[in-house]
């Protein structure tokens, strides 16, 4: 059964205070990795697509990296307002459905 | 703002009754996905639609049942309501069946006295 797991649950860093956060994932046929912004009582805004091992993708503080076994979202100096849940997600199934699933996330609160 | 709409935006209701929650998907998309987001549980797939058909199923309880109309807007229909079902419903679509980027609505609070 496919599987994604997030760590740590929840980090608080210092405004400034680099940082990443770790998405490991079991899956049968990657198609893709997926890292989405949530915050409270919001939907998930989607962030990047990784599609394969070794690519990066970037916007703004935060990287996102991938190896065959997990993903990390690099925040690089972060702000308060980078404080959010960060979902990181597989499709699974067959190319004709492609149903998310979901780590638990990972609250990451940046102080001022 | 992800191009997806989600009404209503909460949803106060008893034990043993029945809802419907909408969702319009992105201007374009064919496909339309539920999810379920508890404290506990986390975000958890529901059902997913294709261009009005039923194309994948996930944890969906026998009580709710989705529909995707042929404007692409869908329902979720929840019935026989039980305190357990308090939690947020997402929709959210996609170009196409296979789906891999998916963009979410804002999000229907239910909370079930």
């Known amino acids: 059964e496919d599987q994604v797991t997030q760590s740590p649950e929840a980090l608080r860093l210092q405004e400034g205070e680099s940082s990443s956060l770790n998405c490991s994932y079991t899956?049968?046929?990657?198609?893709?990795l997926f890292w989405y912004r949530q915050d409270p009582g919001k939907g998930p805004e989607f962030l990047f697509t990784?599609?394969?091992a070794g690519e990066e993708k970037e916007k703004e503080r935060l990287k996102a990296t991938l190896t065959k076994k997990e993903s990390f979202l690099h925040i690089t100096a972060p702000k308060p307002e980078d404080s959010a849940t960060y979902l990181c997600?597989?499709?699974?199934?067959?190319?004709?459905?492609?149903?998310?699933?979901f780590g638990k996330g990972i609250t990451l609160s940046v102080r001022p | 703002d992800s191009g997806v709409t989600q009404t209503p935006k909460h949803l106060i209701t008893a034990t043993g009754q029945r809802v419907t929650l909408r969702c319009s998907p992105r201007?374009?998309?064919?496909?339309v996905y539920w999810y379920q987001q508890s404290l506990d549980q986390g975000l958890q797939f529901l059902i997913q639609?294709?261009?009005?058909?039923?194309?994948a199923k996930g944890n969906i309880l026998e009580r709710f049942s989705a529909q995707q109309f042929p404007d692409l807007h869908s329902e979720l229909n929840l019935s026989s309501l039980e305190l357990g079902d308090s939690a947020l419903y997402f929709c959210?679509?996609?170009?196409?069946?296979?789906?891999?980027?998916?963009?979410f609505g804002p999000g229907t609070r239910l909370t079930v006295t």
């Open positions: 997600a597989v499709p699974a199934g067959t190319g004709a459905n492609s149903k998310l699933t």
């Open positions: 959210a679509s996609s170009a196409d069946a296979g789906g891999i980027e998916q963009y």
């Open positions: 899956v049968s046929g990657l198609r893709g």
């Open positions: 639609y294709y261009n009005g058909e039923e194309r």
């Open positions: 990784l599609y394969s």
């Open positions: 201007s374009g998309d064919l496909s």
